[in-house]
């Protein structure tokens, strides 16, 4: 990669960050630090000022996602990744129903897999690219799914599988790329969780979740009941759902949380609520997204990988390249020119651009993405 294509500064980008997690986090974020630098930076979790940090964040993703009666917003440490162990240990009781098309939702199957006190997983699988809901199953207590496959740039409904309420199911979906940036209704499911690093464009290392009076109830459940052979299972106190429930209610944590995290989540939910909710937020992706699938429809060696346009996602945008054009030699060449994360997901191993579209990036940023990527492919 010796010859260097050097992009005309007017053409570039005002913010050339487009990964799909973690993500752009928009300046007013960072002044958000600033203002706190010497009030809420570097102080106790316990006390008030960080408390209200933590409040204003459930309220304010309870407005967003106009959450039902009884449903409460919850968070702990550890990022989704610690939710799906958190599932295991103190939401699913004996067998989930996994959907499956993508390195995230099998992720999410896997831990299931690995628990000793759980039953393996009925998984309904699907090629990368595709998208498939677990089917009603007899004998599950779970049904769980990724509202959003941030590996494939695919997305997938959110609605209660027939039947599951009859069979006393909860409805687990993991919404990490999602949430913040496609429609949700909250209602059709029992946990919505995700991290921060994503459409909310904060850092990693946290988790939420939007649980319902059942999900509340399984948690507190698990861990009073006693397993097949008598046995209590062992839920390691960092994987309780009871112990963050009760956390939650007072505005903590189980155990410190990164502040820094917390403040810019929270100038991004105000931000969000501000300029019109999950309506606008969505609208403004859908727009990004739109812009990206049909500059790549019109491009002679580009084109969306994902074939149903009804699956392809607007917040993580997965655009196939020719053969004849190495991938890699355009994501290196924006790199250089201060465009970043475009690559595809690596182990789905695709001659592939993903691009993140979350709220923050501005759609005028999108269309100058599209030229740079042309002007990038004429030189290269
Ligand atoms: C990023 C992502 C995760 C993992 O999130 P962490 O915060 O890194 O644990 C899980 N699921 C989906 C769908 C994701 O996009």
Redesign the pocket.
């Given at each position: 990669m010796s010859n260097t294509v050097v992009i005309p500064p007017s053409m570039l980008p005002e913010d050339g960050r487009f990964g799909?997690?973690p993500s752009k986090i928009r300046p007013d974020q960072v002044h958000a630090l600033e203002a706190g630098a010497t009030t809420i930076l570097g102080t106790s979790h316990r006390q008030t000022p960080v408390k209200q940090l933590v409040g204003s964040i459930r309220e304010g993703l309870a407005s967003f996602f106009a959450v039902p009666d009884g449903y409460e917003v919850v968070l702990g440490n550890?990022?989704?990744?610690?939710?799906?162990d958190i599932a295991c240990a103190s939401l699913i009781t004996r067998q989930a129903a996994f959907g499956v098309y993508g390195s995230?939702?099998a992720?999410?199957a896997a831990s299931t897999k690995s628990a000793p006190f759980l039953e393996d997983p009925v998984v309904y699988e699907a090629e990368p690219g595709s998208c498939r809901l677990p089917e009603p199953t007899e004998y599950v207590d779970a049904y769980c799914w990724?509202?959003?496959?941030?590996?494939t740039g695919v997305a997938a409904p959110v609605r209660r599988i027939e039947g599951s309420r009859e069979q006393g199911a909860l409805t687990i979906v993991?919404?990490?790329?999602?949430a913040g940036a496609l429609r949700v209704d909250i209602a059709q499911t029992d946990a919505y969780y995700?991290?921060p690093?994503?459409a909310f464009g904060s850092d990693?290392?946290?988790?939420l979740a939007i649980l319902s009076p059942d999900a509340v109830a399984r948690a507190y459940g698990i861990e009073k009941s006693t397993g097949l052979e008598g046995a209590r299972r062992w839920i390691p106190p960092f994987l309780s759902l009871k112990s963050a429930i009760e956390n939650s209610r007072k505005d903590q944590t189980l155990n410190t949380p990164a502040i820094a995290t917390l403040v810019m989540l929270e100038e991004q939910v105000r931000w969000l609520n501000n300029n019109g909710g999950m309506a606008w937020a969505t609208a403004r992706c859908d727009k990004s997204a739109s812009l990206l699938y049909r500059w790549a429809e019109r491009s002679e060696y580009a084109r969306p990988f994902v074939d149903d346009p009804a699956c392809r996602s607007h917040a993580?945008v997965t655009i196939d390249i020719d053969d004849s054009i190495n991938a890699k030699q355009i994501t290196a060449a924006l790199r250089e020119n201060g465009i970043v994360d475009t690559s595809g997901y690596r182990k789905l191993g695709r001659n592939q651009l993903r691009i993140g579209v979350f709220p923050s990036v501005e759609p005028a940023d999108v269309i100058a993405l599209t030229e740079c990527i042309d002007y990038v492919v004429e030189r290269l």
């Amino acid at each position: 990669m010796s010859n260097t294509v050097v992009i005309p500064p007017s053409m570039l980008p005002e913010d050339g960050r487009f990964g799909s997690g973690p993500s752009k986090i928009r300046p007013d974020q960072v002044h958000a630090l600033e203002a706190g630098a010497t009030t809420i930076l570097g102080t106790s979790h316990r006390q008030t000022p960080v408390k209200q940090l933590v409040g204003s964040i459930r309220e304010g993703l309870a407005s967003f996602f106009a959450v039902p009666d009884g449903y409460e917003v919850v968070l702990g440490n550890g990022g989704a990744t610690a939710f799906w162990d958190i599932a295991c240990a103190s939401l699913i009781t004996r067998q989930a129903a996994f959907g499956v098309y993508g390195s995230f939702s099998a992720k999410a199957a896997a831990s299931t897999k690995s628990a000793p006190f759980l039953e393996d997983p009925v998984v309904y699988e699907a090629e990368p690219g595709s998208c498939r809901l677990p089917e009603p199953t007899e004998y599950v207590d779970a049904y769980c799914w990724a509202h959003n496959e941030t590996s494939t740039g695919v997305a997938a409904p959110v609605r209660r599988i027939e039947g599951s309420r009859e069979q006393g199911a909860l409805t687990i979906v993991d919404g990490t790329s999602a949430a913040g940036a496609l429609r949700v209704d909250i209602a059709q499911t029992d946990a919505y969780y995700f991290s921060p690093q994503k459409a909310f464009g904060s850092d990693g290392g946290l988790w939420l979740a939007i649980l319902s009076p059942d999900a509340v109830a399984r948690a507190y459940g698990i861990e009073k009941s006693t397993g097949l052979e008598g046995a209590r299972r062992w839920i390691p106190p960092f994987l309780s759902l009871k112990s963050a429930i009760e956390n939650s209610r007072k505005d903590q944590t189980l155990n410190t949380p990164a502040i820094a995290t917390l403040v810019m989540l929270e100038e991004q939910v105000r931000w969000l609520n501000n300029n019109g909710g999950m309506a606008w937020a969505t609208a403004r992706c859908d727009k990004s997204a739109s812009l990206l699938y049909r500059w790549a429809e019109r491009s002679e060696y580009a084109r969306p990988f994902v074939d149903d346009p009804a699956c392809r996602s607007h917040a993580v945008v997965t655009i196939d390249i020719d053969d004849s054009i190495n991938a890699k030699q355009i994501t290196a060449a924006l790199r250089e020119n201060g465009i970043v994360d475009t690559s595809g997901y690596r182990k789905l191993g695709r001659n592939q651009l993903r691009i993140g579209v979350f709220p923050s990036v501005e759609p005028a940023d999108v269309i100058a993405l599209t030229e740079c990527i042309d002007y990038v492919v004429e030189r290269l």
